[in-house]
């Protein structure tokens, strides 16, 4: 058994309820949607459905990976798959490198295809993983796809984390090759830029999950852990969530694109789905809401979701998801500037029609 794995799924899940989001901000405010006034739908007909990994979501939504792997927290999970279940959203476990090395704490992960045998559940291991790892991450869930963590800066915090990362780009594809489940590339809240995505798709990856700068912050976790003075300024480290989904966007690639880092609300997920976002993925949000409330909260703020984005959809003339990817939509601020430097066609969202 490997305690220190134990204690630090216990660790992280203190310090994300406990820390506040950011410091920095994810960007959604830079984003303003263009309410567009001579309204055309029933409320009752905004169809908010869609097929993700070939399985229906409600909404286009994803409990993103949070736990499992240590005695207890079968528990959260069982919690989140339920409502994952009723409310007929998309779950992801957390790391189960745990699982897979003891099998006394695989149930912990496993309680979510039990509590949820239809619906899509996404496994999760880092993308360091040994290839035959993420296959068997896979077969532990019946996973309908395979998430693999980028978390570098992380690992740099932690005192027991890796430092050597050669062959990381190898093992992408290995994996890729060795796993029959889609395979989404996943940061954990430092975002992903052209660049990195350019070297993903070339190395066959066709889904990737951004998670960017402004929500759940890794360095300030990692800090709380293992305070260290001289790495302070990683608190303020990677690309904003907006800034990073705009850069993947703009390569035009055909990949399934998940947004999360900071999403908290109905609007903020229908700015991530204008901007081209296939879906949105929550993780911090709803594990403060989960411990500090409980689960009837959690259901109520997941529903609460789904009722703002319908409205927004109805105020701005989206009757299906796909729609709101031809709502225009505004870019100011510090994203603007970003954009401008970067040369990343913006003009597209403001004119579209
Ligand atoms: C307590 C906690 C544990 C997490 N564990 C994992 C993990 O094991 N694997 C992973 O890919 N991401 C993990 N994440 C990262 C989230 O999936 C997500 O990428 C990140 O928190 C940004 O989204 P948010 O701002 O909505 O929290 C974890 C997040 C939290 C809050």
Known sequence: MDIKREERKFDHIAHAVELEKGPDS?????????????FRYDLQDIDTRIELFDKELDFPLIINALTGGAKGLEKI???LASVAQELKIGLAVGS?????VNKEVRHTYQITRQKNPEGLILANVSALAQPKDALAAVEMLEA?????HLNGVQELIMAEGDRDFRGLADNVQEIITRVPVPVIVKEVGFG?????????YKLGVRSVDISGKGGTNFASIELARNPRESLEFLRHWGITTVCSLLEVKDLNLPLTVIASGGIENGLEMFKALGLGADAVGIAGAFVKTLIREGEESLTKKIIDIKEALKIIMLTSGAQKIADIKNNPLVIKGDTWFWCQQRGINIKKYAQRS
């Open 144 to 148: 309908d796809a395979l998430q693999i």
């Open 192 to 200: 992903i830029s052209k660049e990195t995505t350019q070297q993903l």
């Open 26 to 38: 994810a960007g959604w405010d830079d984003i303003e949607v263009i309410h567009q006034a001579l």
């Open 96 to 100: 189960q490198m745990a699982g897979i």
């Open 77 to 79: 999970n069982g919690i």
